[in-house]
């Protein structure tokens, strides 16, 4: 079992950044590949970004490339990500996620764990 806590989410306006964290415990980190998705209201669940265990690789959706960066420090146990230049759109429920596939995934039923989700709100 690998147990995912998510924080850093909050409100801010249109062009401001933010920084989400999630914090791993239960399993080695390095093992898995890890993804961000997001549940922007009333919509699914969608692909945000994805690295592999080692951080050597990451993987953007086309709405957040340029804007968004994942990292994760292996030693901390920690999966982030750097989010600027935010936009209304942005407005959503973010989560993390574990997969057991090291080069991490854009598809959501590939990942094998889940944190509660972190609030993500972009005024205009």
């Known amino acids: 079992q690998v147990q995912l806590v998510e924080s850093g989410g909050g409100l801010v306006q249109a062009g401001g950044s933010l920084r989400l964290s999630c914090e791993a415990s239960?399993?080695?980190?390095?093992?898995?590949?890890m993804g961000w998705f997001r549940q922007p209201p009333g919509k699914n669940r969608e692909f945000v970004a994805a690295i592999t265990g080692s951080g050597s690789n990451t993987y953007y959706a086309d709405s957040v490339k340029g804007r968004f960066t994942i990292s994760r420090d292996n030693a901390k146990n920690t999966l982030y990500l750097q989010m600027n230049s935010l936009k209304p759109e942005d407005t959503a429920v973010y989560y993390c996620?574990?997969?057991?596939?090291?080069?991490?995934?854009?598809?959501?039923?590939?990942?094998?764990?889940w944190g509660q989700g972190t609030q993500v709100t972009v005024s205009s």
């Open positions: 239960g399993r080695t980190f390095s093992n898995y590949g």
């Open positions: 996620a574990a997969t057991q596939r090291t080069y991490g995934s854009r598809r959501i039923l590939e990942y094998d764990y």
